[in-house]
């Protein structure tokens, strides 16, 4: 049975940071393509990052430079490093994997993910 549990969510003042983690049982991350995508109220679920085990990594084009993804392949865990956070950047995020590759970098479509956390709450107030 595959599990995936967040956690490090929280709430932060504008241009405070957040250091969220997803650790993984039942399912190698290193096998596949592992990703971040967050849910903000009143939207449609939306990508964050994704990154494979050789370390590339794909963002979505707001938070780019703001946001680091990673993943320890030993301890089966991915991480999402958020810094300089903006209200809008209010959402559950979620952590997925078995995610599909194309063209060397991981999809950042939801449906191309098998696998999803049950999210963790991050709050960025002005």
């Known amino acids: 049975q595959v599990q995936l549990v967040e956690s490090g969510g929280g709430s932060v003042q504008a241009g405070g940071s957040l250091r969220l983690s997803c650790e993984g049982t039942g399912f190698p991350f290193s096998s596949a393509c592992t990703g971040w995508f967050r849910q903000r109220p009143g939207k449609e679920r939306e990508a964050v990052a994704a990154t494979f085990s050789d370390g590339s990594t794909t963002y979505a084009d707001s938070v780019k430079s703001r946001f680091t993804i990673s993943q320890d392949n030993a301890k089966n865990t991915l991480y999402l490093q958020m810094l300089s956070l903006k209200p809008e950047d209010t959402a559950v995020y979620y952590c997925?994997?078995?995610?599909?590759?194309?063209?060397?970098?991981?999809?950042?479509?939801?449906?191309?993910?098998?696998?999803w956390g049950q999210g963790t709450q991050v709050t960025v107030s002005s």
């Open positions: 997925a994997a078995d995610g599909i590759r194309h063209g060397g970098s991981c999809s950042l479509i939801a449906d191309m993910y098998r696998f």
